[in-house]
């Protein structure tokens, strides 16, 4: 297990370029397989959970040629329709190959998905959507065995808006007859890119990015193409770092709208940032005040950005309230806060931080991949020294981390004991 050193307390300026989104090129890759045609998707991130994607297309029979920040797919030799539990057990994401696999070839065979384990991630709005499309199901301790004769598509509605839920809904209605609406889909920009994706090999998509998504299925489609939406996580997580360090620190390629509510939080505490083009430039505040935060779905405050935002609210001078709405366990990362000082107070999903708090470098545990972010914030503030083992969890989703935060003058490096 590795870990990462953290020299804390250095000033940051320069220029941090963000790169693709994590949570599109995990649905990118899977999505391909809809098609035998060839695919070219370009801005790829070099992150772990694109290299598990690529051994479980290889798996498949697909052939990927990834390198320079362009991935080309080739999946017109795909045989195989069974993934192994030792591959869909590294990431969430390898549950879009159900959607896609089954789009294609009417079966899939595969295990329940990986990921952060945040809370229950349960994925029964994907399972009674299939069957109501047509498919039956077999589960046994885990494994699903699905087939269908034909898909049809018909009227889904989700209880709450589910990211995984609509894109695999949408996936799996590309290639079924007839009309497939999701109702109450959820809104966040990945899924347009993925819609755009799917657009570009033909498929019929209206609505992507909107709360009714309908899905006309085709024959069959062509080559695709598309370039990956830039991180708004990562861009979010180096915007938050530039309000606590920066000295014209400058997060360049980035998409203001889908970070409007990182921003309109930052401006209310006393953030010191402008929008120059897409980026955003910022300064150390010389004063921060606390603010309430609540996760909700897109366009609301990112459930993945609540973690490092915590760790600037221990800068505020207060009582700050954060509140998680999404998931159960998303605040395993506290009591890690506090051991560097932090005064926080936890009930049930939320937590009272009063600040402002010195925090002090000391040996702390990325529970997950944002409890990693919000450990790198902590590390990169606190006086002293910050050791941060189980650091595979941020190598998931933030790429060339080391790289980008020395090139700004942070002092970080692994190690591998
Ligand atoms: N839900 C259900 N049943 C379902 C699906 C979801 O009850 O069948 C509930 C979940 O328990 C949760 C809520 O609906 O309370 C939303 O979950 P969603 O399905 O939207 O999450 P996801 O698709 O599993 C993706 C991202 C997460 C991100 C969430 C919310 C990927 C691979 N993962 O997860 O990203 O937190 O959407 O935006 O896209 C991360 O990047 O750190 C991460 C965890």
């Not at 990986?114 to 709005?125: E, H, L, M, Y």
């Not at 606590?244 to 209310?268: A, F, R």
Request: charged fraction near 20%.
């Amino acid at each position: 297990m590795k870990k990462l050193i953290i020299k804390g307390g250095r000033e940051l300026s320069g220029e941090i370029h963000i790169g693709g989104a994590k949570n599109s090129i995990v649905a990118l890759i899977p999505a391909s397989i809809l098609t035998s045609g060839k695919c070219v998707i370009k801005n790829v991130p070099d992150i772990s959970d694109v290299h598990a994607l690529i051994e479980i297309m290889n798996e498949l029979g697909s052939k990927v040629n990834y390198h320079d920040e362009i991935m080309e797919i080739d999946n017109s030799q795909v045989k195989n329709t069974l993934i192994a539990e030792e591959y869909t057990n590294k990431l969430r994401a390898s549950y879009y190959f159900m959607a896609s696999l089954l789009g294609k070839y009417k079966k899939a065979d595969i295990s329940y998905p990986g990921g952060c384990i945040i809370g229950s991630r349960p994925i029964d709005f994907t399972l009674n959507s299939f069957e109501k499309m047509g498919v039956s199901i077999k589960e046994t301790h885990g494994h699903y065995s699905m087939k269908a004769k034909k898909l049809e598509g018909t009227e889904i509605f989700f209880d709450v808006p589910s990211v995984g839920a609509t894109i695999n809904c949408m996936i799996t209605g590309v290639l079924a007859k007839g009309t497939t609406r999701i109702l109450n889909a959820a809104r966040e920009p990945e899924i347009v890119n993925v819609a755009d994706f799917l657009i570009s090999m033909g498929a019929k998509i209206k609505g992507a990015g909107t709360g009714t998504i309908e899905v006309t299925g085709v024959e069959s489609l062509g080559d695709g193409e598309v370039t990956v939406i830039p991180d708004r996580i990562e861009a979010g997580t180096y915007v938050i770092i530039g309000a606590l360090l920066g000295k014209n620190l400058k997060v360049s390629g980035i998409v203001e709208e889908h970070i409007k509510s990182l921003l309109y939080k930052l401006k209310e505490a006393g953030a010191n940032y402008k929008i120059v083009g897409n980026s955003v430039v910022l300064n150390k505040s010389k004063h921060l005040k606390a603010i309430n935060v609540k996760t909700t779905v897109y366009p609301g405050f990112p459930t993945d950005l609540g973690q490092p935002m915590s760790t600037f609210l221990t800068q505020c001078e207060g009582e700050s309230i954060f509140e998680e709405t999404i998931y159960e366990n998303r605040l395993r990362h506290i009591p890690h806060l506090v051991s560097m000082g932090a005064h926080i107070n936890t009930f049930d999903k939320k937590a009272v931080i009063t600040g402002a708090t010195k925090l002090h470098g000391t040996r702390v545990k990325a529970t997950d991949l944002r409890a990693g972010a919000s450990m790198l914030v902590a590390g990169l503030i606190a006086d002293r020294v910050t050791s941060i083992s189980n650091i595979e969890h941020l190598l998931r989703g933030y790429e060339r981390i080391v790289d980008k935060l020395n090139g700004v003058g942070a002092s970080i490096q692994f190690t591998d004991n």
